[in-house]
């Protein structure tokens, strides 16, 4: 309307002054007869009334033209714009179809939200809706991210209800029951001529094949007109999808909270509870409040479900009362001449694992009606997506299928036509499913896999499978047909991605070795290292190896490969271990380092490779007791070594100089100035340097020496608590005496700041921002992230202040260190340092962290416990007996791979202290 009403504007403007001119022409020609020639003509005109008629008349048409064409164009773009072939929010909320519900009607059937739920507020309105809208006003796009059931697609839809109640045309793209084409998106948007718009993308985690990756950043990244708004919403796991992408506009609309918001179920049960209580008129007394909260606040559907059956004369709904609840529902009249119990029994049982279920397999496996599956979905129970059926969410799946088993009445047609030929039903349904050969047959096994893991009353639903050769059958081929590559990566990402001991050793014998030969003569030599190291104990891959060495197909690799390449075949094929020969990845990189002896263009992969490459393949050959003079000799002259070094870091010169060592050829690196190299090379790269050097004592001496001769303080200072940490305490466990680093008092007042609440760190400065950007980038540099700490930068009184927040963890870990090396830390006054602020949630969540037995940090856990029990060591006593696990924490430090006297003294006094506390307790 805004453009409607330019036209006009500017059309009339054009038409009155066509007008004023034809007037002006008229009656003051008078004017003008000191100009002969014009005179004349002019006369002639008035004295023919016909001629100046058409003169006037071509003036009124021309500004009709001026008026009449930008209305065609307006109304023809209208019209255009009007054909876009997406859902309005007005259709999908059917606005104009349900006029009113009561409130009891609106918790106990309504399956999807109305636009009426919203405006009669039966629909909590989270206080994200409005934090989102304020977002969009400023950012084109926006993307919600949360857990299963947390409220994602309610919010979206508040959201955009409350914008189109702001006059904003709203799209909406539901994933669940529609592809995603990137390509339809942005041709769409194209059309889009309305400045307020907006797009929504509902399940964004659903639509995010490997193409479509690329293509939402191309969108993102400025396809489409700015003006329309989009917003996104998907399941946590979207953050997996994308890590790989770090630099991508997907990705840092992931990582700015200004274009992401991430939800929780649990913080919106309290105004859930509320809006309740304010529309039923019920009271929610506290106790029941509280069970609610902690039995059902996870989900939110489950506890709308719980809501719907709630008694205030009674306790809150237990399980079994939801599940009696759904088999009422499921038995109503119009569900029951359908058979909705036989339809809803195979989509559910798939559908807890969000696998939807092909439409021939209900029709033509199990024999129903596709009538009757049609009539569910025209009642909303089921949805369809290219002849694929699902439920709504996982969760409502979740709960119908323990409806189904609770009862055994329910869906008893299916249920008697799977046991006829599997006995049990409930495993029978996957082996048809199976049978069937889904696309999404690796996830599913994945699932199924990792369920059973993390539960022990769960049954080894894989394990099952595998022993019909039917479904074994069907499962391997229908995984080996959707390989685009057959190579070992494929492989190796199926066995890890179904992680199961039977699946893993069945997988890999049910190939031919000719076929694997195939998937190893097509994979990259690096692949086949990490391959190898996994699944050597296959007889079946043995055998091909073997034959794949012998028969030079692993040199034609090595000549084809760059020596990184190499590097990490030999890494990754010397991690294989047998029970019976834990040494057999050895012998096996021996060999693969003989081949490599063949190699014809060595010294050019020499020339051609990094110094790290040529540190990690001597270091390899080092470690499995091999003879890496055939790589060194050919770093002598004319080989330009000590360009190599000065291109590499700190970390890789370490592992050089060490490997050199160990071969008497120290020579080479005659000349290299070390001390400038330190003084350029960051905290977090010096902490490498020591670590890499300390396999050789006499090496430690010599360079920890260099390294401390250097002022440290700036290096300290600008480095996170976690990276100070490991480099302090490798120096003093590398060193023959403690390191003069540690008594230095530059030094330690860094150190000291660090335990403040808020770490500062200040800098002179008459332009901020400038300096602002640069010390952010030095931080990045230098390893203080986001992850391991954040800071808060102002400018204050001339100066550029960092405000670092650091782990208190960390903190106890640093002051461990200092205590062991008997250095106790000295606050402003000169008094031991004491008045820590301990946040018992904090440091009990670090301390799982790092006693986590999938990735223990065992030297992190006794020196922080050190560092504890330094400044209180009853209240260390008294937290380990009410937060962590003395087991847990005994088998952690028992972990710790001890290198020298040092760490193996700190690991022994701790374990010592915490089994006598054991025996107290």
């Given at each position: 309307m805004?453009?409607?009403?330019?036209?006009?504007?500017?059309?009339?403007?054009?038409?009155?002054?066509?007008?004023?001119?034809?007037?002006?022409?008229v009656?003051?020609?008078?004017f003008?007869?000191?100009?002969?020639?014009?005179?004349?003509?002019?006369n002639?005109?008035?004295?023919?009334?016909?001629?100046?008629?058409?003169?006037?008349?071509?003036?009124?048409?021309?500004?009709?033209?001026?008026?009449?064409i930008?209305?065609?164009?307006?109304?023809?773009?209208?019209?255009?714009?009007?054909?876009?072939?997406?859902?309005?929010?007005?259709?999908?909320?059917?606005?104009?179809?349900?006029?009113?519900?009561?409130?009891?009607k609106?918790?106990?059937?309504?399956?999807?939200?109305?636009?009426?739920?919203?405006?009669?507020g039966?629909?909590?309105?989270?206080?994200?809706?409005?934090?989102?809208?304020?977002?969009?006003?400023?950012?084109?796009?926006?993307?919600?991210i949360?857990?299963?059931?947390?409220g994602?697609?309610l919010?979206?839809?508040?959201i955009?209800?409350?914008?189109?109640?702001?006059?904003?045309?709203?799209?909406?793209?539901?994933?669940?029951?529609?592809?995603?084409?990137?390509?339809?998106?942005?041709?769409?948007?194209?059309?889009?001529?309305?400045?307020?718009?907006?797009?929504?993308?509902?399940?964004?985690?659903?639509?995010?094949?490997?193409?479509?990756?690329?293509?939402?950043?191309?969108?993102?990244?400025?396809?489409?007109?700015?003006?329309?708004?989009?917003?996104?919403?998907?399941?946590?796991?979207?953050?997996e999808?994308?890590?790989p992408?770090?630099?991508?506009?997907?990705?840092?609309?992931m990582?700015?909270?200004?274009?992401?918001?991430?939800?929780?179920?649990?913080?919106?049960?309290?105004?859930?509870?509320?809006?309740?209580?304010?529309?039923?008129?019920i009271?929610?007394?506290?106790?029941?409040?509280?069970?609610l909260?902690?039995?059902?606040?996870?989900?939110?559907w489950?506890?709308?479900?719980?809501l719907?059956?709630?008694?205030?004369?009674?306790?809150?709904?237990?399980?079994?009362?939801?599940?009696?609840?759904i088999?009422?529902?499921?038995?109503?009249?119009?569900?029951?001449?359908?058979?909705?119990?036989d339809?809803?029994?195979?989509?559910s049982?798939?559908?807890?694992?969000?696998?939807?279920?092909?439409?021939?397999?209900?029709?033509?496996?199990?024999?129903?009606?596709?009538?009757?599956?049609?009539?569910?979905?025209?009642?909303?129970?089921?949805?369809?997506?290219?002849?694929?059926?699902?439920?709504?969410?996982?969760?409502?799946?979740?709960?119908?299928?323990?409806t189904f088993?609770?009862?055994?009445?329910?869906?008893?047609?299916v249920?008697?036509?799977?046991?006829?030929?599997?006995?049990?039903?409930?495993?029978?349904?996957?082996?048809?499913?199976?049978?069937s050969?889904?696309?999404?047959c690796?996830?599913?096994?994945?699932?199924?896999?990792?369920?059973?893991?993390e539960?022990?009353?769960?049954?080894?639903?894989?394990?099952?499978?595998?022993?019909?050769?039917?479904?074994?059958?069907?499962?391997?081929?229908?995984?080996?047909e959707?390989?685009?590559?057959?190579?070992?990566?494929?492989?190796?990402?199926?066995r890890?991605?179904?992680?199961?001991?039977?699946?893993?050793?069945?997988?890999?014998?049910?190939?031919?070795?000719?076929?694997?030969?195939?998937?190893?003569?097509?994979?990259?030599?690096?692949?086949?290292?990490?391959?190898?190291?996994?699944?050597?104990?296959?007889?079946?891959?043995?055998?091909?190896?073997?034959?794949?060495?012998?028969?030079?197909?692993?040199?034609?690799?090595?000549?084809?490969?760059?020596?990184?390449?190499?590097?990490?075949?030999?890494?990754?094929?010397?991690?294989?271990?047998?029970?019976?020969?834990?040494?057999?990845?050895?012998?096996?990189?021996?060999?693969?380092?003989?081949?490599?002896k063949e190699?014809?263009?060595?010294p050019?992969?020499?020339g051609?490779?990094?110094?790290?490459?040529?540190?990690?393949?001597?270091?390899?050959?080092?470690?499995?007791?091999?003879?890496?003079?055939?790589i060194?000799?050919?770093?002598?002259?004319?080989?330009?070594?000590?360009?190599?070094?000065?291109e590499?870091?700190?970390?890789?010169?370490?592992?050089?100089?060490?490997?050199?060592?160990?071969?008497?050829?120290?020579?080479?690196?005659?000349g290299?100035?070390?001390?400038?190299?330190?003084?350029?090379?960051?905290?977090?790269?010096?902490n490498?340097?020591v670590?890499?050097?300390?396999?050789?004592?006499?090496?430690?001496?010599?360079?920890?020496?260099?390294?401390?001769?250097?002022?440290l303080?700036?290096?300290?200072?600008?480095?996170?608590?976690?990276t100070?940490?490991?480099?302090?305490?490798?120096?003093?466990?590398?060193?023959?005496?403690?390191?003069?680093?540690?008594?230095?008092?530059?030094?330690?007042?860094v150190?000291?700041?660090?335990?403040?609440?808020?770490?500062?760190?200040?800098?002179?400065?008459?332009?901020?921002?400038?300096?602002?950007f640069?010390?952010?980038?030095?931080?990045?540099?230098?390893?203080?992230?986001?992850?391991?700490?954040?800071?808060?930068?102002?400018?204050?009184?001339?100066?550029?202040?960092?405000?670092i927040?650091?782990?208190?963890?960390?903190?106890?870990?640093?002051?461990?260190?200092?205590e062991?090396?008997?250095?106790?830390?000295?606050?402003?006054?000169?008094?031991?340092?004491?008045?820590?602020?301990?946040?018992?949630?904090?440091?009990?969540?670090?301390?799982?962290?790092?006693?986590?037995?999938?990735?223990?940090?065992?030297?992190?856990?006794?020196?922080?416990?050190?560092?504890?029990?330094?400044?209180?060591?009853?209240?260390?006593?008294?937290?380990?007996?009410?937060h962590?696990?003395?087991?847990?924490?005994?088998?952690?430090?028992?972990?710790?791979?001890?290198?020298?006297?040092?760490?193996?003294?700190?690991?022994?006094?701790?374990?010592?202290?915490?089994?006598?506390?054991?025996?107290?307790?």
């Amino acid at each position: 309307m805004v453009k409607m009403r330019k036209i006009l504007k500017y059309g009339l403007l054009f038409l009155a002054i066509s007008l004023v001119g034809i007037w002006i022409f008229v009656y003051f020609r008078h004017f003008l007869v000191q100009l002969p020639r014009i005179s004349i003509i002019l006369n002639e005109i008035a004295e023919r009334p016909s001629l100046l008629a058409a003169i006037a008349i071509l003036g009124v048409l021309l500004a009709i033209i001026k008026i009449i064409i930008p209305i065609i164009k307006w109304i023809y773009s209208h019209i255009k714009r009007e054909k876009i072939n997406l859902p309005t929010i007005d259709w999908v909320l059917k606005r104009d179809e349900i006029k009113d519900t009561p409130f009891d009607k609106f918790l106990k059937e309504r399956k999807d939200p109305y636009w009426i739920d919203f405006e009669k507020g039966y629909i909590t309105k989270r206080r994200e809706v409005d934090e989102v809208v304020a977002k969009l006003e400023k950012n084109r796009v926006h993307l919600i991210i949360g857990s299963p059931s947390s409220g994602k697609s309610l919010i979206i839809k508040n959201i955009g209800y409350e914008l189109r109640k702001k006059k904003y045309e709203v799209f909406v793209k539901e994933l669940k029951t529609e592809e995603l084409d990137i390509n339809d998106i942005i041709e769409k948007i194209s059309k889009m001529k309305k400045k307020k718009t907006l797009l929504i993308i509902d399940d964004i985690h659903l639509g995010l094949t490997e193409y479509n990756k690329l293509k939402c950043n191309e969108l993102l990244g400025g396809i489409g007109k700015p003006k329309i708004k989009i917003l996104l919403s998907g399941r946590d796991i979207i953050e997996e999808k994308i890590e790989p992408l770090t630099t991508t506009p997907l990705a840092f609309l992931m990582q700015d909270k200004k274009t992401c918001t991430k939800i929780n179920a649990i913080d919106a049960v309290e105004d859930i509870l509320i809006n309740f209580e304010n529309k039923s008129n019920i009271k929610i007394e506290e106790e029941n409040r509280r069970e609610l909260r902690e039995q059902y606040g996870h989900d939110l559907w489950v506890l709308s479900l719980a809501l719907s059956l709630y008694d205030p004369e009674c306790s809150i709904p237990t399980e079994k009362e939801l599940i009696k609840k759904i088999k009422e529902l499921l038995t109503v009249d119009d569900y029951k001449w359908i058979h909705a119990d036989d339809i809803i029994l195979p989509i559910s049982a798939f559908y807890c694992y969000e696998a939807p279920v092909a439409m021939r397999t209900l029709t033509k496996t199990l024999g129903l009606k596709e009538e009757n599956i049609r009539e569910l979905i025209h009642f909303g129970e089921i949805r369809e997506k290219n002849w694929k059926l699902s439920l709504h969410h996982s969760s409502r799946a979740k709960l119908y299928l323990e409806t189904f088993k609770e009862y055994k009445e329910l869906g008893e047609n299916v249920k008697e036509t799977i046991q006829k030929k599997f006995g049990d039903w409930y495993i029978g349904l996957f082996h048809l499913y199976f049978r069937s050969k889904p696309k999404v047959c690796v996830g599913l096994l994945s699932r199924l896999a990792n369920e059973y893991k993390e539960s022990i009353t769960k049954e080894d639903i894989v394990s099952e499978l595998l022993k019909d050769d039917d479904t074994k059958k069907a499962i391997f081929e229908n995984i080996v047909e959707s390989m685009e590559v057959k190579n070992v990566k494929r492989l190796k990402d199926t066995r890890s991605y179904v992680s199961n001991r039977t699946f893993s050793k069945e997988f890999l014998e049910y190939f031919s070795e000719e076929d694997l030969l195939e998937f190893l003569n097509n994979s990259k030599i690096n692949q086949l290292g990490s391959f190898l190291s996994k699944g050597y104990y296959s007889i079946n891959v043995q055998n091909v190896y073997q034959r794949f060495s012998r028969e030079s197909f692993l040199l034609r690799k090595m000549n084809d490969a760059t020596l990184g390449e190499i590097g990490v075949f030999i890494y990754g094929i010397r991690q294989v271990k047998f029970k019976k020969n834990v040494l057999k990845g050895a012998e096996l990189a021996l060999d693969a380092i003989e081949k490599l002896k063949e190699v014809d263009n060595l010294p050019q992969k020499l020339g051609e490779a990094t110094l790290k490459n040529i540190s990690l393949l001597i270091q390899n050959i080092n470690e499995v007791g091999g003879d890496p003079k055939f790589i060194i000799d050919k770093l002598s002259p004319p080989f330009d070594l000590i360009k190599k070094m000065e291109e590499s870091t700190l970390d890789y010169i370490g592992l050089l100089i060490v490997g050199l060592k160990r071969n008497d050829a120290e020579h080479l690196i005659e000349g290299f100035d070390l001390a400038g190299k330190v003084e350029e090379s960051p905290l977090i790269k010096l902490n490498y340097f020591v670590w890499n050097i300390s396999a050789d004592q006499s090496l430690s001496v010599k360079y920890n020496k260099i390294i401390e001769d250097h002022d440290l303080v700036e290096k300290i200072e600008m480095s996170d608590l976690n990276t100070i940490n490991r480099f302090l305490w490798n120096l003093f466990q590398t060193s023959s005496s403690v390191p003069k680093t540690f008594t230095d008092t530059k030094v330690r007042n860094v150190i000291v700041n660090c335990l403040n609440d808020k770490r500062l760190f200040s800098v002179d400065t008459t332009s901020g921002w400038f300096n602002l950007f640069k010390l952010k980038k030095k931080f990045k540099s230098e390893g203080i992230k986001k992850k391991k700490s954040t800071y808060l930068v102002r400018k204050e009184d001339g100066k550029l202040n960092i405000y670092i927040e650091e782990n208190i963890g960390e903190k106890l870990c640093l002051i461990g260190i200092y205590e062991y090396a008997n250095c106790s830390l000295l606050d402003a006054n000169g008094e031991k340092i004491s008045g820590i602020k301990i946040s018992i949630p904090e440091i009990e969540e670090w301390f799982k962290k790092n006693i986590n037995p999938h990735k223990p940090e065992p030297f992190k856990v006794a020196l922080a416990l050190k560092g504890f029990k330094a400044i209180d060591e009853e209240n260390t006593i008294s937290f380990i007996n009410s937060h962590l696990n003395f087991k847990e924490v005994i088998d952690c430090l028992k972990k710790s791979e001890i290198k020298n006297s040092k760490s193996k003294q700190l690991i022994e006094n701790m374990l010592s202290w915490l089994n006598g506390l054991e025996m107290e307790k």
